[in-house]
C-alpha cells in the first residue's frame, strides 16, 4: 500500500471557447465537406499540474482564458484554406487541435509548472476530437 502522503495527485483547470471557421477538405474520403462549408468549434483547453502552485491552483482561470483567446484570435472567422499554418494540409478537427496545443504550449510562460495540457473541439454534440501533449518539465 502506498502512503498517501507521498503521493502528488494530478490536478486539472479546463477553460472553455469557441471558434467560427470555414474550410473545404478537398479529398473524395470527406464527401460533401469537400466542399468549402463554415464550423463553429466549441474549444476546451485543460492544464494539468502536478500537485497545485504555491497560490492553490493549477493555472489562474483568467490567465488560462487569456491563454486560449490569444493563440484562438488569428483563427476566427478565418477561411483555414487560406491560412499558411493549414497549407497543404487538411484542416481536420483533429488538425485544428493539435495546432491549438501546440500553439497553447509555446505560449505559455517560464516557468509554468505544467505537466500537460489537453485540447478537445467539439464539433457537433455527438462528435469531438482531442490531443493530450505532455510538457517538459
Given at each position: 500500500?502506498?502512503?498517501?502522503?507521498?503521493?502528488?495527485?494530478?490536478?486539472?483547470?479546463?477553460?472553455?471557447?469557441?471558434?467560427?471557421?470555414?474550410?473545404?477538405?478537398?479529398?473524395?474520403?470527406?464527401?460533401?465537406?469537400?466542399?468549402?462549408?463554415?464550423?463553429?468549434?466549441?474549444?476546451?483547453?485543460?492544464?494539468?499540474?502536478?500537485g497545485?502552485?504555491?497560490?492553490?491552483?493549477?493555472?489562474?482561470?483568467?490567465?488560462?482564458?487569456?491563454?486560449l483567446?490569444?493563440?484562438?484570435?488569428?483563427?476566427?472567422?478565418?477561411?483555414?484554406?487560406?491560412?499558411?499554418?493549414?497549407?497543404?494540409?487538411?484542416s481536420?478537427?483533429?488538425?485544428?487541435?493539435?495546432?491549438?496545443?501546440?500553439?497553447?504550449?509555446?505560449?505559455?510562460?517560464?516557468?509554468?509548472?505544467?505537466?500537460?495540457?489537453?485540447?478537445?473541439?467539439?464539433?457537433n454534440?455527438?462528435?469531438?476530437a482531442?490531443?493530450?501533449?505532455?510538457?517538459?518539465?
Amino acid at each position: 500500500m502506498t502512503d498517501s502522503s507521498t503521493v502528488a495527485p494530478t490536478f486539472r483547470l479546463t477553460v472553455d471557447d469557441h471558434l467560427m471557421i470555414a474550410h473545404s477538405l478537398q479529398h473524395e474520403f470527406f464527401g460533401p465537406a469537400q466542399q468549402l462549408h463554415g464550423a463553429t468549434l466549441r474549444i476546451r483547453a485543460s492544464f494539468q499540474r502536478q500537485g497545485l502552485d504555491e497560490h492553490g491552483v493549477v493555472i489562474d482561470i483568467g490567465q488560462a482564458s487569456g491563454l486560449l483567446a490569444q493563440v484562438l484570435e488569428p483563427l476566427r472567422y478565418k477561411n483555414l484554406d487560406e491560412h499558411p499554418d493549414f497549407a497543404e494540409k487538411f484542416s481536420t478537427t483533429e488538425v485544428i487541435v493539435q495546432y491549438i496545443a501546440l500553439q497553447l504550449a509555446e505560449a505559455l510562460p517560464a516557468g509554468h509548472g505544467l505537466k500537460a495540457l489537453e485540447v478537445e473541439a467539439e464539433e457537433n454534440p455527438a462528435a469531438r476530437a482531442g490531443v493530450r501533449i505532455q510538457l517538459a518539465e
